[in-house]
């Protein structure tokens, strides 16, 4: 008879040719346990994912709840489903008052297809300007604004009119003109390595933005919901986006995305065509319920107000001659390493040690640091001495 692991190989369809393998049964808080039970502390919220730890209790019970009234009615925007209202209600509670309409998605992927079409309705526009070393997804609209070629080119031809500048350098904001539809960014760019903007670069491109009529959609699929120190990673640099991406951790565990603009806005999609947006499962009613829960949990347990803390005993703990930086923000760090074959060994010996981390897309030789941001001061003092352990395994006979 064949394995589970057997299966999974033979069956389901595989996306390099060396998956990790790892077999997990069940999981709780920032731990995830293997068949034999063995505990694996997640370092990487299941890449920006699990901000309240897996298995949160408010959040499955609303699950729970929710599937035991109903599930999947009609496509999104027909019928008035109680979580989809309230979770959209409650997320326009606490942005700001320009950003007033929700439309849901399936994924963050998604969100990014609905922005990119919203921002060419509204404006009457075609060019679009991105970044370098910039990840907005996998489908084909967000390989066009993905700044790293190796990724996109076999799939060439992607969206035309689409140009790219460099982050925090102001000459190449001259690229936004009054031709430009749409500017996106992550507000902290993730699969680059963790790369921050300067508050004056994004000041000025906000400003450019206004100047020309381009709509300025900030990526905040792994920035948001407390990861880097602040409910939404904007915050950080005094400006309000025209539309906001989000995902990942928006759904407390289960599948859910969103592009948020104003109503004005989103009114765009009604006419000319009219459905000029449709997704038959955005928005599902029980994933609108747990993310409702989940944002619910994030705020009343004030669970922001400590990743700065969290932040400051992995600088302090993981300062070795091999780590050549710590780049970021609050719980989205990477820590930099002269080669991706060190980095790589790094990681391996960690996860045989029991701790989850991982590389970054578009920069392999940095270190994915976010833990979920309930992982106590002794967890990630643990964690830290388990990875220094690693460093200090693979660079002593180098030293």
């Known amino acids: 008879m064949l394995t589970l692991r057997q299966l999974f190989l033979n069956n389901n369809a595989q996306t390099t040719h ?11 808080g920032v731990y995830m346990y293997d068949s034999e039970g063995k505990a694996y502390t997640d370092l990487i919220s299941g890449i920006g994912v699990s901000n309240l730890g897996h298995s949160n209790p408010k959040v499955v019970q ?3 709840d929710q ?5 999947h009615l009609m496509v999104y925007g027909e019928y008035v489903q109680t979580p989809q209202v309230r979770f959209a209600e409650k997320l326009v509670s606490i942005l700001p008052k320009t950003l007033n309409s929700v439309y849901f998605t399936n994924s963050g992927s998604e969100a990014l297809e609905g922005a990119l ?3 060419k309705r509204f404006t009457g526009r075609q060019q679009i ?3 370098k070393g910039s990840y907005h997804g996998s489908t084909h609209g967000a390989l066009s604004v993905m700044g790293n070629e190796e990724y996109k080119q076999a799939y060439r031809p992607l969206l035309p009119g689409v140009n790219f500048m460099s982050l925090n350098n102001l000459p190449d904001l001259e690229l936004i003109t009054e031709q430009t539809a749409c500017v996106i960014l992550e507000t ?3 699969e680059a390595g963790i790369r921050v903007p300067d508050v004056a670069y994004m000041q000025a491109l906000r400003k450019r933005c206004t100047d020309v009529g381009a709509l300025l959609i900030l990526d905040e699929i792994q920035a948001a919901f407390g990861r880097t120190g602040k409910l939404f990673g904007f915050e950080h640099f005094n400006i309000v986006p025209d539309i906001l991406l989000l995902a ?4 407390g565990g289960m599948p859910v995305g969103a592009f948020v603009s104003s109503a004005a806005m989103m009114s765009a999609f009604k006419e000319n065509p009219i459905l000029g947006h449709i997704t038959t499962f955005g928005g599902h009613p029980v994933c609108c319920a747990a993310g409702l829960a989940a944002l619910e949990v994030l705020l009343g347990e004030n669970l922001i107000d400590g990743v700065a803390e969290k932040e400051a005993i992995i600088r302090e703990h993981l300062v070795h001659p091999a780590v050549k930086q710590i780049r970021g923000k609050g719980l989205m760090l990477a820590a930099e390493f002269e080669s991706f074959e060190l980095n790589k060994k790094i990681i391996d010996t960690c996860i045989e040690n029991g701790v989850i981390t991982d590389w970054f897309l578009h920069c392999s030789n940095s270190m994915r640091l976010a833990p979920p941001l309930i992982i106590t001061n002794e967890q990630l ?12 395994f693979h660079t002593d006979s180098l030293q």
């Not at 599937?67 to 599930?71: G, N």
């Not at 990942?248 to 759904?251: D, E, R």
């Open 18 to 28: 060396f998956p990790l393998l790892l077999e997990f049964e069940r999981a709780e």
């Open 62 to 64: 609303a699950v729970k």
């Open 67 to 71: 599937v035991d009234k109903y599930m």
């Open 117 to 119: 079409k919203l921002a």
């Open 129 to 131: 300007v991105a970044f």
């Open 188 to 190: 902290i760019q993730g």
């Open 248 to 251: 990942k951790a928006l759904g």
């Open 381 to 392: 003092i643990n964690a830290c001495n388990i990875i220094t352990q690693a460093i200090d």
